[in-house]
């Protein structure tokens, strides 16, 4: 009985956080699936936003006004790894691999230290938990789900736009973009900026549901948003319209977080997840292929 109570503790924690690094895959899902560029700046502006958001928080600020400042500087550094790319010509792997490196130094003089904890300090959760009495993964998943749902809806809106629709049309076919008098470059530093902004604001809102933010909580975010994405779109497909697959990464993320929960409860080391990631990674890249080896036998 301790056993199953413990497991569903675990669950429920594993799909608040889920949700809320779904955020992040978003903004992935925007680098990798609209634009087609591959985006190593993450893993530095998941860490850059939990580290605005906490040193904020602790100089006094309200917690949820630390957001936007979260989004801007995860927005600033998309920037910076767009114009490396399409002003200095530096290859798109090259310019996030120079960006992620950069803004490891750069979040550790944020906070003046290698993490910074808020316990005792006032953050969204305990903030909501207080006038509420809800437990922290609830109140996480809650939070979680509300900014999925609204950025999930303003993305929907925004790449029905002129300005989106050409963003996407840069991922799909940037010779033509230029045919017609549109600037990729500009497209793709735009990207880049809502993209990062979203994976920031996602590492604030993990950082205050934790409790602390950490120099290397950004470590490995490519993969896990790889594998969220790629689960999403394996379980529920890539039919419907937009809105839905958006919808199924944020979905995809949680799955990852139960499978990675579950495991951790069978007895994996915590040590093992990167070759667990990897392994979720591989299977469901290789779905697709064993579909078609079975649909043609």
């Known amino acids: 009985m301790d056993n199953l109570s413990g497991m569903i503790m675990a669950l429920q924690g594993a799909v608040s956080q889920g949700v809320l690094w779904g955020i992040m895959t978003l903004g992935l899902y925007i680098t990798f699936k609209v634009l087609d560029y591959p ?5 530095g502006t998941f860490a850059l936003g939990g580290a605005v958001s906490a040193i904020l928080i602790v100089k006094g600020m309200d917690p949820f006004l630390t957001l936007p400042f979260a989004v801007a500087t995860g927005a600033l550094a998309g920037t910076v790894t767009g114009v490396l790319n399409t002003k200095l010509k530096i290859p798109g792997i090259l310019a996030g691999i120079l960006s992620m490196i950069a803004l490891y130094s750069i979040n550790i ?3 003046g230290k290698p993490n910074v904890a808020l316990l005792g300090e006032a953050t969204a959760v305990t903030r909501i938990m207080d006038v509420t009495g809800l437990s922290n993964s609830v109140i996480s998943l809650l939070l979680g789900i509300v900014f999925a749902v609204a950025i999930i809806g303003l993305m929907y809106w925004f790449f029905g736009t002129e300005i989106g629709c050409a ?17 990729t470059d500009q497209m793709k530093i735009l990207g880049l900026m809502i993209s990062n902004g979203l994976v920031s604001l996602s590492g604030a809102l993990v ?11 950004g470590t490995g975010t490519l993969v896990i948003g790889l594998a969220s994405i790629i689960i999403g779109e394996v379980i529920f497909g890539r039919r419907f319209n937009f809105a839905y697959k958006l919808m199924s990464v944020v979905l995809g993320s949680a799955i990852y977080r139960m499978i990675i929960a579950i495991v951790l409860q069978l007895g994996l080391k915590s040590s093992d997840l990167k070759l667990l990631t990897a392994v979720i990674v591989a299977m469901a890249l290789s779905i697709p292929v ?8």
């Open 207 to 217: 950082a205050q549901s934790q409790g602390y933010a950490d120099v290397g909580m």
């Open 109 to 111: 003089r944020i906070m």
């Open 167 to 183: 963003i996407r049309a840069t991922g799909n076919n940037e010779y033509m973009v230029r045919a017609l008098g549109a600037s």
């Open 290 to 297: 064993v579909k078609k080896m079975v649909a043609v036998r």
């Open 39 to 43: 985006d190593l700046t993450v893993d």
